[in-house]
């Protein structure tokens, strides 16, 4: 499992906010795509939309996108 996917939790809280993708999307300005290729860890957002995401949902950055500690 890539770094990306473990450390993404953008699904968990977006699902808890009861949003879809596309709500999510337009809520901060992307694409419903975007919003899949970020949950599926095939899409790293660059630090504005990972700040929008955050306010969005009611969270901080690195709630949503944590990085694991190295061994």
Do not use: D
């Not at 993404?8 to 699902?15: D, T």
């Amino acid at each position: 499992m890539s770094e990306t996917l473990q450390g993404n939790r953008v699904r968990e809280h977006r699902r808890a906010a009861r949003l879809t993708q596309s709500e999510l999307g337009a809520a901060v300005g992307v694409s419903r795509q975007t919003i899949v290729s970020m949950e599926g860890g095939k899409y790293s957002p660059s630090v504005y939309l990972a700040l929008r995401l955050a306010r969005h949902l009611g969270v901080s950055v690195e709630t949503l996108f944590a990085i694991p500690e190295e061994a």
